[in-house]
């Protein structure tokens, strides 16, 4: 990559726009050639290991249809699961459901297996298997009757696919077809028989094989559930499960979460403010289907404590569970935390409640409310939480005071940590017109910003009687999005945990956190599935760029924080990102330095963040002696908007690579613009 002239590449960023609103400027410029200098014999605190929690709550595909295998939406046939902006995507996609939805009331995303069959369907309200609603399906002897969905499958990775459903036999033959089928031909691919003989409701399933390559990777098909000749029969409860679900979990999604070295999982969110644990134990088959609140799409509750407690142990994380402080009260978080006991013994986080200071949250308390409700919830749980770390609601970095100082009027060790949000559109700048190199400068600038509000809302606790060095900060949800206002659909116009680009500020992130580790001790990345982890589409797993900075981060868990001296020059921003507008003096390259618990590596976590210039490095490692190859892995880009997605699920990837140390010279290594590195060295 060509290296630009510094001042000339400020320029080009200034002048990219009407001089009025040339809003970014260099304040200093970068050196031809950077001097890093690492101090291995220097004490900067620890890396605390709870600073790599991610987050998880049912939100579009994150747990239905992601972590939970099942392929089938909507197994219970409910209707009204979906709000009115959650109707419009799904209609958009298929825009056959809408007559079917208007001409059968079949619930979507269900749709006749055969529309010239007509009208033989009703549905029965107030005796189901699951929830409340079933469907009777009657057959004609002159046409293929039944019910369709359109569906995505695993495939290569399996073809084996087990099929359970509830059914209620009414009248005539008593033979169901299960089937999978092209959506582009009438071939059945995999078929199987269900004898339903029983006039009550009993549980049936049966095994569907596809031959390989009988369907292609992204290709849908359809599931169909089909009645013989004359047979009236009631069905509920139907599933679609891949035969290699460990449990009830995607194995892809399980070993991926094993492999970002997570410490805590946090299970919390909008829904966590009515969300009432009884809802989510039990036989899975019983749990009633809802709808989600917070989010307009249906709640099956198949996720509870004890599906959260397996999923926890297989990726070898702690739990965090987030506690209903909206629509619930003490004694039934009390309740909770002695089910959670009977079922773990482990190291356990319960944080009370999530955003509260939102009145989008369901029951949300005012500030004059807030310090009552979070000392009567303490009180409860404390005699039966034991060693669990216990967390209280905080505000947001930028308008956190107020609300806090209300927080800390509880007595001393009501809390050991206090909550905050730190979640930025980065796509969202006060500058007009602006240019998209202009909007990604600014949005660099966002990660170092939080540095100065983590030492503002800690300083606010320990200046508090009793609070100092008893009580810090958690970070429990951060993420960086892209949206339109008012909107959840991701765009693609500037740097966020989906892109490249937001690798940078996640890495940038990573580093404040680092340095600050005396005020943040936990904190929870959003999320583990969608936004800055793994993602699921047409039953394709894969991972953002974000997924593989925190695998990079994660392995400093505990290490010792070196001193870094860098003057690689910085820049300002005016009129930037919302909420972080004004930014003075952010270094364009970014370097924290760790050694290793037993003293015998360092690595060194580099983020450039210049939009144009590739910046040579030499760092000084003052007498450390290293092992002659250092390990080097590297993200970068063509561009910023360079994202991973199910049709190529590996566009950016960490590149490994190395670098040869000779002893007594400077370690020597160009940083490429917009990019992330991580550095290992090993003691000889």
């Known amino acids: 990559m060509h290296v630009r002239h510094p001042t000339y590449c400020a320029l080009i960023v200034a002048l990219s726009l009407p001089s009025a ?259 989510g134990i039990g036989p899975l088959d019983k749990r009633v289907t809802m709808k989600n609140i917070a989010w307009g799409i249906p709640e099956y509750n198949n996720f509870g404590t004890d599906e959260f407690l397996a999923f926890c142990k297989l990726i070898h994380a702690e739990p965090q569970f987030n506690m209903n402080m909206g629509s619930g009260t003490p004694e039934e978080a009390v309740d909770w935390l002695h089910y959670i006991r009977d079922h773990y013994q482990g190291p356990m986080i319960l944080e009370m409640g999530n955003e509260l200071y939102g009145r989008w949250q369901v029951g949300y308390p005012t500030i004059h409310e807030i310090a009552a409700r979070t000392l009567a919830f303490s009180r409860t749980l404390k005699p039966f939480s034991k060693d669990a770390m216990l967390m209280a609601t905080g505000e947001t970095p930028n308008g956190f005071e107020k609300w806090n100082a209300a927080q800390l009027t509880n007595p001393p060790g009501t809390f050991d940590m206090l909550t905050t949000h730190f979640i930025v559109g980065t796509n969202h700048v006060r500058l007009s017109p602006y240019t998209p190199d202009f909007m990604a400068a600014a949005a660099y600038a966002v990660p170092y910003a939080l540095g100065a509000d983590l030492d503002r809302m800690q300083a606010q606790i320990d200046a508090t009687p009793g609070y100092k060095d008893t009580a810090h900060l958690a970070v429990t949800e951060w993420l960086f999005n892209s949206k339109g206002e008012g909107e959840r659909n991701f765009t693609n116009e500037s740097p966020s945990s989906r892109n490249e680009g937001g690798a940078v500020m996640i890495a940038s992130t990573f580093n404040t956190y680092f340095r600050h580790n005396s005020q943040v001790k936990l904190v929870d990345m959003t999320g583990l599935m969608e936004f800055a982890g793994i993602w699921k589409r047409r039953e394709q797993v894969f991972a953002s760029p974000a997924y593989y900075v925190f695998q ?37 390259l970014d370097i924290v330095a760790t050694r290793s618990t037993n003293s015998r590596s360092i690595t060194l976590f580099c983020v450039n963040r210049s939009l144009t210039d590739d910046a040579p490095i030499q760092i000084d490692l003052r007498g450390f002696a290293a092992q002659p190859i250092a390990k080097v892995e590297q993200i970068t880009a063509v561009s910023r908007y360079v994202m991973n997605d199910e049709v190529e699920p590996s566009r950016v990837l960490p590149l490994v690579s190395s670098l040869t140390f000779v002893e007594k010279k400077p370690l020597t290594i160009t940083l490429p613009h917009e990019s992330v590195t991580v550095i290992r060295l090993v003691e000889k």
Do not use: C
Request: glycine share 8%; net charge negative.
């Open 552 to 588: 990079l981060y994660s392995a400093a868990k505990g290490e010792t924080v070196l001193p870094v001296t860098a003057d690689s020059g910085t820049y300002s921003v005016k009129n930037g990102t919302r909420g972080y507008a004004d930014i003075t003096d952010v270094p364009y």
């Open 21 to 279: 609103f040339a809003q970014v400027i260099q304040s200093k410029p970068m050196p031809a050639i950077v001097t890093v200098q690492v101090d291995p014999d220097g004490n900067l605190g620890s890396v605390p290991s709870h600073i790599f929690g991610s987050f998880l709550e049912p939100i579009d595909y994150s747990i239905n249809n992601g972590v939970i295998a099942e392929v089938l939406v909507n197994g219970s046939l409910e209707s009204g699961l979906w709000n009115h902006a959650m109707l419009e995507e799904i209609f958009r996609d298929q825009p056959e459901l809408i007559e079917s939805s208007n001409q059968t009331g079949i619930p979507i995303p269900w749709e006749p297996l055969n529309r010239d069959a007509g009208n033989r369907y009703e549905l029965h309200v107030g005796d189901a298997a699951n929830s409340w609603q079933s469907l009777e399906i009657m057959g004609t002897p002159d046409d293929l009757t039944g019910i369709k969905q359109r569906v995505y499958l695993p495939v290569p990775r399996t073809y084996g696919y087990n099929v359970t459903l509830y059914a209620k036999h009414l009248n005539g033959s008593s033979r169901l077809n299960v089937s999978l089928r092209s959506r582009t031909s009438e071939k059945v691919l995999a078929t199987a028989v269900v004898d339903a003989t029983k006039d009550e409701w009993t549980k049936y399933s049966a095994k569907l094989e596809l031959k390989p390559n009988d369907v292609r990777r992204l290709e849908p098909v359809d599931f169909a559930l089909s009645v013989e000749g004359d047979e009236r029969v009631d069905v509920d409860q139907i599933s679609l499960m891949p035969d290699d679900a460990v449990g009830t979990f995607d194995p892809q999604i399980v070993h991926m979460a094993d492999e970002m070295n997570m410490t805590e999982l946090r299970l919390g969110g909008n829904f966590s403010s009515y969300y009432h644990w009884r809802d």
